[in-house]
């Protein structure tokens, strides 16, 4: 640990490591977060799909 910031950060986490209400805390945070992008995403594919689909209807109602 070369620098103050680098041991206090480790300090810090050592710390907040051995609070398991608050580590919990983070985790079901960071899992919210994780699950909502990956909705997102999904989200995102069925769209897009859905999207294709429809030009692809008009696309053969103009032909």
């Not at 810090?12 to 609070?19: K, P, S």
């Not at 608050?22 to 992008?37: N, T």
């Not at 997102?40 to 109602?61: C, H, P, R």
């Amino acid at each position: 640990m070369t620098t103050p910031e680098i041991k206090e950060a480790v300090e810090f986490e050592d710390i907040f490591l051995q609070d398991k209400i608050e580590r919990r805390a983070y985790e079901q945070r960071e899992k919210a977060i994780r699950d909502y992008y990956s909705y997102m995403s999904v989200f995102k594919e069925e769209g897009l799909q859905q999207g294709l689909y429809q030009q692809a209807i008009q696309t053969a109602k103009i032909k």
